[in-house]
């Protein structure tokens, strides 16, 4: 199993600009969600989805959306990028409700300028 | 929202010490609390999790304590070694009925040799 994959690894957008980070599991979890980590802040929910075609938001989710056609994806739209955007963006994945441990991508680091 | 606070310090500690922790929640008592490794450019691992009739939990090393009158979780490690160099973090339930995680900033564990 290769578990939970984020790609990018690595972007640098311009100010306005929009991009989709790509998150895929393989181990069939239900519940997948995005969270942002700044310096400082810890991890900061964004958007999360219980299963495939249900979504719910986050504490920071302006900026951003979300879908979940598949089990397997949840990909997290930027629609016009904003310096306060600059963040690792980590994936995470678990069996059910948040309730069960969750499984983390290695994240991807956006920067915005 | 409920928040769980966790000391932004870094713990340094030498090797072969326990290493003690600290995560305190506002509010109501979550039903569990769960606990995290993070690497430095890594996604956060699951290390336990602990339910709110358990008073403590043990692996290997490690062991949580939950106490719902202090609103507290300790995370120790015994017999810490430089590989457990790193920043731990604990999580809970959002908000009731909300199956979505709530993280601290985070505690940097550092063991020196």
């Known amino acids: 199993n290769a578990g939970v994959t984020q790609t990018p690894k690595f972007q640098v957008l311009k100010t306005g600009q929009s991009m989709t980070l790509q998150c895929a599991q393989d181990m069939n979890h239900e519940y997948m969600s995005w969270y942002r980590q700044d310096p400082g802040m810890g991890l900061r929910l964004i958007h999360y989805?219980?299963?495939?075609?249900?979504?719910d938001q986050g504490e920071v989710p302006n900026g951003y959306n979300v879908s979940r056609s598949t089990t397997e994806d949840f990909p997290l739209r930027l629609l016009s990028a904003a310096p306060s955007q600059t963040s690792v963006y980590f994936c995470?994945?678990?069996?059910?409700?948040?309730?069960?441990?969750?499984?983390f991508g290695p994240g991807t680091r956006l920067t915005v300028t | 929202s409920q928040k769980i606070e966790q000391n932004s310090e870094a713990l340094n500690i030498q090797e072969g010490k326990t290493a003690t922790l600290t995560c305190n929640y506002t509010?109501?008592?979550?039903?569990?609390l769960q606990w995290y490794r993070q690497d430095p450019g890594r996604g956060p691992v699951f290390l336990l999790l602990i339910r709110e009739n358990e008073k403590e939990k043990r692996k290997e090393r490690l062991k949580v304590t939950f106490d719902t009158t202090l609103k507290q979780s300790l995370f120790h490690i015994t017999a810490s070694q430089p590989a457990d160099s790193a920043t731990y973090l604990c999580?809970?339930?959002?908000?009731?009925?909300?199956?979505?995680?709530?993280f601290g900033s985070g505690t940097r564990l550092q063991v020196q040799p």
């Open positions: 509010n109501y008592s979550p039903a569990y």
């Open positions: 995470a994945s678990s069996y059910s409700t948040g309730d069960y441990e969750q499984y």
């Open positions: 989805s219980v299963g495939a075609g249900i979504t």
């Open positions: 999580a809970r339930r959002k908000d009731t009925g909300r199956r979505a995680l709530t």
